[in-house]
C-alpha cells in the first residue's frame, strides 16, 4: 500500500502477470503473458501524481469551508486564492491524465509495431523457405 495516499499500488512480478478472468485468477490452463514494465510504471507514476493532487485538493476545500463557516472577513478573502489553487490543481489532474493518455497510446502503438515487424519476420522466413 502506498503510505503517501493510501491506495493499495500492487507491483507486477519483473515481465510477468497473470492472465485475467475478470475475478483476478488466472484461467485454468493457461499459461503467464509477460507485463508491459514500462507501460505499469507510466500508469503507476501518473495516477500517484494525480492522487497527491486530489488529497492536497482535499486539504485546500476543508481549509475552504473553515473559512466560509468562520465568516471572518480575512478568512473569506483568503478563500479567493485558495479556491484559485484548486483551479489550478484540477487542471494540472487534466494535464496529467492527457499526457498519461498519449503516452500510454504511443507504449501501445510501438509494442504493436515491434510485434508486427516480428510476424512480418517470421512469414518471409517462412516464405523463403
Known amino acids: 500500500m502506498d503510505n503517501t495516499t493510501g491506495i493499495a499500488i500492487a507491483s507486477p512480478k519483473p515481465n510477468k502477470k497473470r492472465v485475467k478472468d475478470g475475478g483476478g485468477h488466472a484461467k485454468n490452463g493457461e499459461e503467464e503473458e509477460e507485463c508491459d514494465v514500462e507501460a505499469w510504471d507510466t500508469l503507476s507514476k501518473s495516477f500517484k501524481q ?11 476545500i476543508r481549509q475552504v469551508n473553515a473559512n466560509h463557516q468562520s465568516k471572518i472577513p480575512d478568512n473569506l478573502v483568503k478563500n479567493v486564492s485558495l479556491i484559485r489553487e484548486i483551479n489550478g490543481n484540477i487542471s494540472k489532474v ?5 499526457d498519461l493518455s ?7 502503438q510501438e509494442r504493436r509495431r515491434v510485434k508486427n515487424r516480428g510476424q512480418s519476420n517470421l512469414e518471409n522466413n517462412s516464405n523463403e523457405s
Open 102 to 108: 498519449v503516452n500510454f497510446s504511443n507504449i501501445v
Open 94 to 98: 487534466m494535464s496529467v491524465y492527457s
Open 50 to 60: 494525480v492522487q497527491s493532487v486530489l488529497d492536497h485538493n482535499r486539504d485546500l
